[in-house]
């Protein structure tokens, strides 16, 4: 019988300790993920506190400065150089008209395509005249002799685009960085991306910044207070024997105050009347109308 109960007992120790552990370690695993949720959520409450600080704006505006004029000086740049093209191409085209004059070819109106070279003079002679744009006709556009001088013309090229697009960027009368062209855009991407940044950095967009970061602390601590209740239950599973234990031993004196005072009813004739006031016992151990013990 000793050998069953002290199986049993260390069974039960052993039990206890697999419990214990589990309780521990719930309640450790849900302070970190909680923790954790919550660290995050005070991250992101700093992220969001920089981002709409005041030296966050002030920083983003001389951004803005910096590229607005780092663009300006793109735009001269590139209107030399196109204005350096544009010279290069319609000296090109006047040496190659003085060529074909010292040939003695004329310039005549009505020369059609199949003339050869007298349709060349009349082509280039045409688009060098600038009383009128001939460059706007696909006969001059796409001729080889004068397609790279009507792409100039007609601010088609790559730099005259380049130009058009700063141009636009700058207008002060539409927000073109609202377009995906301008932002993907290398030449405007970074005055387009600051330009979007100081744009967010109104109290409206700071408000709902700060909504975004309040359920990481809500369920950072619900998850807290779960585990801690989960593993507090446990805890109460394993010390479930002790505790019946505790409380058993705390009522023994009382259980065992009450049998003596059985016992002594049984052993012991109660007087029909209180010794001490003379009211009548009823059969009780303490007098009800002075409170004294009857038994001693």
Do not use: W
Request: aromatic share 8%; proline share 3%.
């Amino acid at each position: 019988m000793k050998s069953k109960e002290r199986l049993s007992e260390e069974k039960y120790q052993k039990k206890k300790r697999k419990i214990m552990i589990v309780s521990l370690m719930i309640f450790i695993i849900g302070l970190l993920i909680g923790g954790s949720l919550i660290l995050i959520g005070i991250m992101r409450k700093n992220d969001i506190t920089n981002q709409y600080s005041e030296n966050n704006k002030k920083g983003i505006e001389e951004n803005i400065k910096h590229e607005k004029e780092n663009l300006k000086t793109k735009k001269e740049e590139l209107t030399r150089k196109r204005n350096t093209n544009l010279n290069e191409e319609k000296k090109l085209l006047e040496t190659k008209k003085a060529e074909l004059e010292k040939k003695g070819i004329k310039y005549d109106l009505f020369t059609q395509y199949t003339d050869g070279e007298a349709y060349d003079l009349k082509i280039i002679t045409e688009v060098l005249d600038p009383s009128f744009l001939f460059c706007a006709f696909d006969a001059y556009k796409n001729n080889s002799l004068t397609t790279n001088y009507c792409a100039l013309i007609n601010n088609v090229d790559t730099t005259s685009k380049d130009i058009k697009t700063i141009d636009n960027v700058l207008n002060s009368n539409f927000n073109y960085c609202m377009l995906d062209e301008y932002v993907d855009n290398p030449l405007t991407n970074k005055y387009c991306t600051y330009l979007k940044e100081d744009a967010k950095l109104t109290n409206v967009n700071k408000n709902i910044e700060t909504i975004k970061f309040i359920p990481y602390y809500v369920t950072g601590g619900f998850v807290i207070v779960i585990t801690i209740a989960l593993a507090f239950i446990f805890y109460l599973i394993a010390k479930r024997r002790d505790i019946i234990a505790f409380s058993i031993q705390q009522m023994k004196p009382i259980v065992e105050g009450k049998m003596i005072l059985d016992q002594k009813m049984k052993e012991e004739d109660l007087p029909p009347h209180c010794p001490h006031c003379g009211a009548p016992t009823k059969k009780k151990i303490i007098c009800e109308y002075c409170g004294c013990k009857i038994i001693k």
